[in-house]
Antibody, heavy 123, light 107 residues
Framework: EVQLVESGGGLVQPGRSLRLSCAAS????????MHWVRQAPGKGLEWVSG????????GYADSVKGRFTISRDNAKNSLYLQMNSLRAEDTALYYC????????????????WGQGTLVTVSS | DIQMTQSPSSLSASVGDRVTITCRAS??????LNWYQQKPGKAPKLLIY???SLQSGVPSRFSGSGSGTDFTLTISSLQPEDFATYYC?????????FGPGTKVDIK
């Protein structure tokens, strides 16, 4: 059974940093691209970032480019999101999502999602 | 970035009704359009990929159609468990974008 478990969320002040993690199990992690998608309270879904199986291809939404860094450790079956210079508008539930393919930055879809970890940016 | 719109933003329907949700892209995305269902407090669930392909395990009352800029999600006979918010998503461009969602609730 595919499982994606996010962690690392919490309350953080504007301008500070936070690192999210996603532990994957139930599939061969390094055979698939992975993504982060967020959802602000009461709002819709926003794709944040994606990474190919070998970290060779990475993409970011304009809203986070230059502030967030996605990475993965295939030996640990884990996906990460380093979030710097956090803003109030980054407040959201952050989901980890599995891609159906290996490259994952186009012409694809997300077949499994975690339950999310909540990030609240507030002073 | 490719902008996605959905209509209606919400609808009220009864069990057994046929429901159609429309999604429009700001430019042609061929058939690279996916549909997700989200229930309150839960993660999104993939329903339809590549505009019309049914994800494994999804009931056949769900169907998708369209290409280019205009797409539809149809629920042929609404069931109690289908009351949820539905999102379309384009994967034609590297920066994936979602529609704003359509909330389906009980009439």
């Amino acid at each position: 059974e595919v499982q994606l478990v996010e962690s690392g969320g919490g309350l953080v002040q504007p301008g500070r940093s936070l690192r999210l993690s996603c532990a994957a199990s139930g599939f061969t992690f390094d055979d698939y691209a992975m993504h982060w998608v967020r959802q602000a309270p009461g709002k819709g879904l926003e794709w944040v970032s994606g990474i190919s199986w070998n970290s060779g291809s990475i993409g970011y939404a304009d809203s986070v480019k230059g502030r967030f860094t996605i990475s993965r450790d295939n030996a640990k079956n884990s996906l990460y999101l380093q979030m710097n210079s956090l803003r109030a508008e980054d407040t959201a539930l952050y989901y980890c999502a599995k891609d159906i393919g290996i490259e994952g930055l186009r012409l694809t879809y997300f077949d499994y999602w975690g339950q999310g970890t909540l990030v609240t940016v507030s002073s | 970035d490719i902008q996605m719109t959905q209509s209606p933003s919400s609808l009220s329907a009864s069990v057994g009704d046929r429901v159609t949700i429309t999604c429009r892209a700001s430019q042609s995305i061929s058939s690279y359009l996916n549909w997700y269902q989200q229930k309150p407090g839960k993660a999104p669930k993939l329903l339809i990929y590549a505009a019309s392909s049914l994800q494994s395990g999804v009931p056949s009352r769900f169907s998708g159609s369209g290409s280019g800029t205009d797409f539809t999600l149809t629920i042929s006979s609404l069931q109690p468990e289908d009351f949820a918010t539905y999102y379309c998503q384009q994967s034609y461009s590297t920066r994936f974008t979602f529609g704003p969602g359509t909330k389906v609730d009980i009439k």
